[in-house]
């Protein structure tokens, strides 16, 4: 029913993460109504992305700083070279660093898997850490994968790797978020929102 | 923080509809994970997009027929041509095409609003449905924008319009939907639903 | 870790419709706020419900009218005692009746089952109704269970039943509700919307 | 429409905590079903909760120990005495029993306010608690209120009420709760959950 140039961009959407077919061709239909030099903008933002962006050869967060191969974080004289932030993915590291609490390196692991098979622990950048951690002289490595499922099995995976490697290795603070109510708290966070009382 | 090309993007997806900020930079690092070639393809189909796509004559309803000036269901001899049903939007005839029960033809009015001042009904192709009802030769025209307060006021505003041209003006039959329950419906809808009992 | 009086009451709330062991435990701890009297009155009003309250000969319907053997809306001389409308449940019955809209009787079946095995059958009030159409004048029996699984699946159990009973049996219209919007909508409930414009 | 003795048990239900007029009707609907035996069971156990129920003279907990005057936790002589933790309600004195975890006192303030009105203060135990922790020897009392606004604008002020008459005043760890995901964290959980990590 739909023309095939309209087709081929709903089923490129719908690809993308969280858009089904509805959502993408809600997408579509946009770009329609957009004007032609607005679609051939995107079009070259698109290209312009991939030329420019590279992945940092230490922490892997995407950046395009031309010649460089590492990324502005680790870069950074600043920054805490002796603390390493292990996360699931690109956009933790924007919302930790939004918090301006954080003044250690980062590495961004590619995912978290619940079922700790060769083939799905191979999805992730497991080997990578090794050496980041063997290369680096980090005293204190923290596990910020999600607090879920997913995220805590692979911590516990991790923590098993790392242990002959670091010094201290440390998880984020579990407790009642902003907004939270004791009433409908799970047992766990509840308990560690006792412990970690101050 | 991110580099220039990645806020970039990041921005135009920003606009798309129902994308805010935070899904707007997944797509983005879902586009960085991507091979190279996936993203120039989607940069190209963005292209051919533009280029092959144009508005129908007649319905408004976009289609690539390379030479053609109307749209393949205005085109298709088999339509009824003595119906009109004027939608808000492409993927409401999408949805209408889905059921199979329509054989008439199209309008698609480019939205709805439910305050009528002149600068909100210019959004609107009001002109070109009166336009094209004109040179129709519609013996019944069904006013289907949605049941919303804005599709509700539009197609009030529609049937004044369209009085002086047309001999029949419906609208969409209302009441319970497939999954609906009498305790939670509205009386308007329930009403609807006695009156319309067969 | 609760006490005995508090416990017994939270089991008997939890049983209540919608109402799970949490909100149970908030209703016994609101009680406990409440000044004695007013928790006396409620013990008396619960007493009072099963003491004056009687079902319907007729209808099924709960009342309270002293020596009555059918409920006010039965024994309404000014309604259409032409025109049955078999329900569900109590509440939708408040639902119709707010609406203005309808004049008949009502038939409260007592729910809806999907699987129509004799067990399920037997919890509704099947020779009830049976006995209600044969012993009334009815020329139009409405079939108003949900549209949902269970209740197509008893209208068309109905349908069957009272076919050899009635001359015409009909169901409340289908289509898009208030607020509805065909982008969302299923495919029968448009295909009926299509259908029973007007 | 409806009979007296339905009406008036629907306006009581609706008064419980998050009930409206349609979730008390099903309430209703729902004794009307019930045997005889069931409902007057129930009206006596209300009757035996305001009878046997009493609140606990240091923490405001009910209970129906017969002639005690406190409640079996402040009785109990294995909990710790020099640890009293201030929480809204009864439920979530529930909650914190259930993780096995805190093994200190409690004391039931009634509620929390964000607008420290007089008029909103008196409705809370404020003097109560002023007597408790000056009767009690606690060492550490933690402001176990909800970290809604309403819960922290309450902890504020029981800190500068309670800061003359305790050495040790600490809060709930806050943090990232099981299930959560740093991505839909905010930026002061964030913070709290980076502060924490252990």
Same mark, same amino acid.
């Given at each position: 029913?739909?023309?095939?140039?309209?087709?081929?961009?709903?089923?490129?959407?719908?690809?993308?993460?969280?858009?089904?077919?509805?959502?993408?061709?809600?997408?579509?239909?946009?770009?329609?109504?957009?004007?032609?030099?607005? @679609?051939? =903008?995107?079009?070259?933002? *698109?290209?312009? #992305?991939?030329?420019?962006?590279?992945?940092? +050869? $230490?922490? !892997?967060?995407?950046?395009?700083?031309?010649?460089?191969?590492?990324?502005?974080?680790?870069?950074?004289?600043?920054?805490?070279?002796?603390?390493?932030? @292990?996360? =699931?993915?690109?956009?933790? *590291?924007?919302? #930790?660093?939004?918090?301006?609490?954080?003044? +250690? $390196?980062? !590495?961004?692991?590619?995912?978290?898997?619940?079922?700790?098979?060769?083939?799905?622990?191979?999805?992730?950048?497991?080997?990578?850490?090794?050496?980041? @951690?063997?290369?680096?002289?980090?005293?204190?490595?923290? #596990?910020?994968?999600?607090?879920?499922?997913? +995220?805590?099995?692979?911590?516990?995976?991790?923590?098993?790797?790392?242990?002959?490697?670091?010094?201290?290795?440390?998880?984020?603070?579990?407790?009642?978020?902003?907004?939270?109510?004791?009433?409908?708290?799970?047992?766990?966070? #509840?308990?560690?929102?006792?412990?970690?009382?101050?």
């Amino acid at each position: 029913m739909l023309s095939p140039s309209i087709q081929k961009l709903i089923d490129l959407f719908a690809k993308f993460p969280t858009v089904g077919p509805r959502t993408a061709s809600r997408f579509v239909f946009y770009l329609i109504g957009q004007p032609k030099e607005k @679609v051939k =903008e995107m079009a070259q933002t *698109l290209i312009d #992305l991939k030329n420019n962006i590279k992945l940092c +050869g $230490l922490c !892997f967060n995407p950046f395009e700083n031309g010649d460089e191969s590492v990324c502005p974080i680790c870069a950074d004289p600043s920054r805490d070279k002796k603390t390493l932030c @292990v996360i =699931e993915k690109e956009s933790d *590291l924007l919302s #930790l660093e939004k918090t301006g609490q954080y003044k +250690g $390196l980062y !590495f961004i692991l590619g995912g978290a898997v619940s079922n700790l098979m060769p083939e799905n622990i191979q999805k992730l950048r497991i080997e990578e850490l090794k050496q980041r @951690v063997e290369k680096g002289v980090f005293e204190e490595i923290i #596990l910020a994968t999600n607090p879920t499922t997913d +995220g805590q099995a692979t911590s516990l995976y991790l923590r098993q790797i790392l242990k002959p490697l670091a010094k201290k290795i440390v998880l984020l603070g579990r407790g009642l978020p902003l907004g939270g109510e004791l009433e409908y708290a799970d047992e766990e966070t #509840l308990s560690s929102a006792i412990e970690n009382r101050k």
